[in-house]
């Protein structure tokens, strides 16, 4: 059974830094890309980052881009999330996500975690 | 501001067909890039309801169906049942944005 668990989420102020954790098991975690997506509240879902199976090549969102970072251990079988200079406007629930085609490259997504909240606020 | 456009909520009686549209542009949907749909229930993780316009995962229903039309693509849910109450997402890859984008959601009301 493929489950996907996310960690590392809480309050944090405006400025600050988090890393967030996936926990990836039930499939081969290497074959896959990886993404991470977001709901922030009363809006729909956004696409935040994506990392191909080999973790060679990363995408960021516009609104994330010089401030996240994308990252994979696939002997440890974990995707992780860098955040850095963090705005009100990141608060959100983030959500890992497994591609559901077996490639490089991000395609669409069929297993995804539970969430883990991330609030910006002094 | 998403790249995808989809009506804030579509609604019907039980039983009832009710349609979803997912409008792009060029540089996605029009770009022959696939689309795929995501059913989200509140506090609840998303789940992949179609991939690739018009193909269902193992488990999902026969009343969701999927199509394409030159830059939109479509969701029918044919049959509606009180649990098809939820938000809808389409999705696609976007070339202009170099990633992958949601369109901006539609919530489905079951009278």
């Known amino acids: 059974e493929v489950q996907l668990l996310e960690s590392g989420g809480g309050l944090v102020q405006p400025g600050g830094s988090l890393t967030l954790s996936c926990a990836a098991s039930?499939?081969?975690?290497?074959?896959?890309?990886m993404s991470w997506v977001r709901q922030t509240p009363g809006k729909g879902l956004e696409w935040v980052s994506s990392?191909?199976?080999?973790?060679?090549?990363?995408y960021h969102a516009d609104s994330v881009k010089g401030r996240f970072t994308i990252s994979r251990d696939n002997s440890k079988n974990t995707l992780s999330l860098q955040m850095n200079s963090l705005r009100a406007e990141d608060t959100a629930v983030y959500y890992c996500?497994?591609?559901?085609?077996?490639?490089?490259?991000?395609?669409?997504?069929?297993?995804w975690g539970q969430g883990t909240l991330v609030t910006v606020s002094s | 501001q998403s790249a995808l456009t989809q009506p804030p909520s579509v609604s019907g009686a039980p039983g009832q067909r009710v349609t979803i549209s997912c409008t792009g542009s060029?540089?996605?949907?029009?770009?022959?890039?696939?689309v795929h749909w995501y059913q989200h229930l509140p506090g609840t993780a998303p789940k992949l309801l179609i991939y690739?316009?018009?193909n269902r995962p193992s488990g999902v229903p026969g009343r969701f169906s999927g199509s394409r039309s030159g830059t939109s693509a479509s969701l029918a849910i044919t049959g509606l049942q009180a649990e098809d109450e939820a938000d809808y997402y389409c999705?696609?890859?976007?070339?202009?944005?170099?990633?992958?984008?949601f369109g901006t959601g539609t919530k489905v009301n079951v009278l």
């Open positions: 999705q696609c890859y976007d070339s202009r944005l170099s990633g992958s984008v």
């Open positions: 996500a497994k591609d559901m085609k077996p490639a490089a490259d991000p395609y669409s997504f069929d297993y």
């Open positions: 039930g499939f081969t975690f290497s074959t896959y890309a």
């Open positions: 990392i191909s199976n080999s973790g060679d090549r990363t």
């Open positions: 060029s540089s996605n949907i029009g770009a022959n890039y696939d």
């Open positions: 690739a316009y018009s």
